[in-house]
């Protein structure tokens, strides 16, 4: 069968750039366009610089390219987001049109469309969090992410666009950084452990969220790309769980390597969202329809970032 032709929008962010290694691997580096706001990529392969809101430029490099998929990562986070709301609507929610309309129009054989616990908020069970819970996102990035879903479900009713989504929970990686996010904290708290023994953070130190380390986003994201369409039968978006803790828990973790390692708490703006957030997800709906399941816990990650981090 024909290798596809893919183009990854947000390709130098942290899941972005991890996915476009992962993506050319299986499929080939000049079958994988990666692109991004950025003028400059650091990639080696095809890269394009490309503002999700302009469709011209985005038209354009579908049939320049000849694209029959599209990774839809380009948005901008919740706390960041939260500077300037109606830029951040613009960028995720007309960013997300144009891809819908590419679809529709260029008759694209699928999309992947990220989105994220944020779209839950206080009126939503935070423990085990439904797959179909009242959804009161209190953030903007929430807010685009929720309507989002709805827009893809719509493209897929009404014209049949084969869009796919998970609801990622906070992602860790130790290669690449996030950026203006929440759960951003469990990155950071790795590389300031190996670095300066010492962290600060900007959570209360009992804020449990969901989380999932880089490699088992990656496999999700591929699983439910790569799923028989008939499968795919929740087309807002799947929640996807892995693990979940608090900060004082990842700390005692990274304690077991690092036992000298102090952790402190200020928390900042950033306390009341996570507060919105879940505590944990029910993914029953993704683990039947196309056998989700993740690999990694706290300890395995914890023990590989570790590993690899000090290197
Ligand atoms: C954020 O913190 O904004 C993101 C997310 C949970 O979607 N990592």
């Avoid at 929610?93 to 908020?121: C, Q, W």
């Amino acid at each position: 069968m024909a290798k596809p032709k893919i183009l990854v929008t947000g390709a130098c962010g942290q899941i972005g750039t991890i996915l476009v290694k992962n993506l050319r691997e299986l499929y080939g580096e000049d079958n994988v366009i990666a692109s991004d706001i950025r003028t400059t990529g650091t990639y080696d392969g095809p890269y394009e610089q490309l503002d999700v809101t302009d469709s011209n430029k985005l038209f354009y490099l579908i049939s320049k390219y000849q694209i029959d998929q599209i990774y839809h990562l380009a948005a901008i986070l919740s706390a960041k987001g939260e500077a300037n709301p109606v830029f951040t609507w613009n960028i995720n929610m007309n960013g997300l049109l144009n891809i819908l309309e590419a679809a529709r129009n260029y008759d694209l054989d699928k999309v992947f469309y990220p989105s994220t616990i944020a779209v839950f908020g206080q009126l939503t069970p935070r423990v085990n969090t439904p797959q179909h819970p009242n959804i009161t996102p209190e953030t903007v990035y929430g807010i685009s992410k929720a309507a989002g879903e709805n827009w893809c479900q719509y493209y897929h009713k009404r014209y049949n666009v084969d869009v796919r989504s998970v609801r990622y929970p906070g992602i860790i990686s130790w290669e690449t950084l996030p950026g203006g996010g929440t759960t951003d904290y469990a990155v950071d708290i790795y590389l300031k452990a190996v670095a300066e023994g010492k962290y600060t953070c900007y959570l209360d130190k009992d804020t449990r969220l969901p989380m999932m380390y880089m490699p088992d986003a990656i496999k999700a994201t591929l699983e439910i790309m790569n799923a028989p369409k008939e499968n795919i039968k929740v087309r807002t978006s799947y929640n996807i769980g892995a693990m979940d803790f608090t900060p004082a828990e990842i700390a005692a973790e990274i304690s077991k390597t690092i036992p000298n390692f102090r952790i402190d708490y200020q928390p900042d703006f950033r306390q009341a969202i996570a507060a919105s957030w879940p505590e944990s997800v029910n993914d029953d709906a993704a683990r039947i329809d196309w056998g989700w399941t993740p690999k990694y816990d706290l300890k395995m990650m914890t023990d590989d970032i570790l590993k690899n981090l000090r290197k």
